[in-house]
């Protein structure tokens, strides 16, 4: 056994003395560091080849597509123009961007008339949209522009020849009619101390002109629905955001079952019914809605909230196996 032992030693110290005499080991220090600094070098001149073409090919793609656009220029950009237009959900809101710009201009000084015609004009301008047909989007436009005639106590030879009269006839009750007068404000100060009132409501009639003449909410109101409303996607959002809130962050898992709870509380409550009286006429109930700044509003009172999709959750998940429930599980991963 020991004559073994040794010549397994001595072919161990063969080896070892074979790899020290290797030429990578018998040469200097500086001859390696040299090598590595070419082979550094030659790694970062092939980068610098291939960055070239890469860049060469870039500005090859480039070219062309600038070609094909100058070619069929029309056509890309109509294309261009299809793939950046915005959706349906993005565009702007011509009733509420109404209501704000009134609510607004209201409240500055000498203005506060646009206040008394802030929920009439958002009424006319539904009954503009409603009344029109979907395609005639310049029709709208014109009824919702007879307003600002309205408001100034004209109702016929309007300036618009789509919609040149007032659709309500001569049966007009009174109201605080707003001025639009040319007036001279070069005058003395006694005639300027007299037209001081009327200075201060034509002032105001312009602002309000100036305002519902600007050019997006013009395009808004050519292409509000005469049909469609977006009042019950809105009430499924504000469910969304009572199940799950803005400010808090979930997971993937947590954000979908959340979503899923939303939209069955959203549709087992969707149409519900009206309370009876003993006459069995509808119940009526005041409330405060905040999109009409807590002004009082008169509607009729529904039954209580349905919850009967947690008792049925609760059976499906008793009477599902745990088996099925992974797979489940997995699948949503």
């Given amino acids: 056994v020991e004559p073994e032992s040794e010549m397994v030693d001595e072919a161990d110290h063969g080896a070892t003395s074979l790899d020290f005499n290797n030429d990578v080991w018998s040469s200097s220090p500086?001859?390696?560091?040299?090598?590595?600094?070419?082979?550094?070098?030659?790694?970062?001149?092939?980068?610098?080849?291939?960055?070239?073409?890469?860049?060469?090919?870039?500005?090859?793609?480039?070219?062309?597509?600038?070609?094909?656009?100058?070619?069929?220029?029309?056509?890309?950009?109509?294309?261009?123009?299809e793939m950046q237009k915005p959706s349906d959900d993005t565009e702007l809101r011509p009733d509420c961007e109404i209501q704000k710009v009134l609510t607004k201009l209201s409240k500055e000084k000498d203005c506060e008339i646009i206040g008394h015609w802030r929920k009439a004009c958002v009424r006319h301008f539904y009954w503009a949209v409603t009344s029109t047909n979907e395609s005639l989007g310049k029709v709208k436009l014109a009824k919702f522009q007879a307003f600002l005639s309205h408001v100034i106590n004209q109702h016929r030879d309007l300036p618009n020849r789509l919609f040149n009269a007032c659709a309500h006839g001569d049966n007009i009750k009174p109201k605080v009619w707003m001025l639009k007068v040319n007036l001279d404000l070069q005058a003395t100060d006694l005639l300027h101390s007299i037209l001081v009132p009327f200075i201060s409501a034509t002032e105001a009639y312009e602002k309000m002109s100036t305002a519902l003449n600007k050019t997006n909410l013009r395009k808004a109101i050519e292409k509000a629905s005469s049909v469609e409303q977006t009042s019950c996607l809105e009430g499924y959002h504000s469910v969304v955001n009572q199940f799950a809130p803005k400010m808090l962050a979930y997971s993937y898992l947590g954000m979908l079952s959340r979503s899923i709870l939303a939209a069955l509380h959203f549709n087992y409550n969707l149409q519900r019914d009206a309370k009876k009286n003993g006459q069995g006429q509808p119940r009526l109930c005041v409330t405060y809605p905040k999109y009409k700044d807590g002004e009082a509003t008169v509607r009729e009172a529904k039954i209580a909230t349905n919850y009967d999709y947690v008792a049925e959750i609760n059976q499906a998940m008793v009477t599902t196996s745990r088996q099925d429930l992974k797979q489940v599980a997995n699948d949503l991963k």
């Fill in 30 to 81: 500086t001859t390696i560091d040299n090598q590595v600094q070419c082979s550094s070098c030659e790694r970062t001149i092939k980068e610098n080849k291939e960055l070239k073409q890469e860049v060469k090919v870039l500005k090859f793609k480039v070219t062309t597509l600038s070609n094909k656009m100058a070619h069929n220029q029309q056509q890309w950009v109509k294309t261009l123009q």
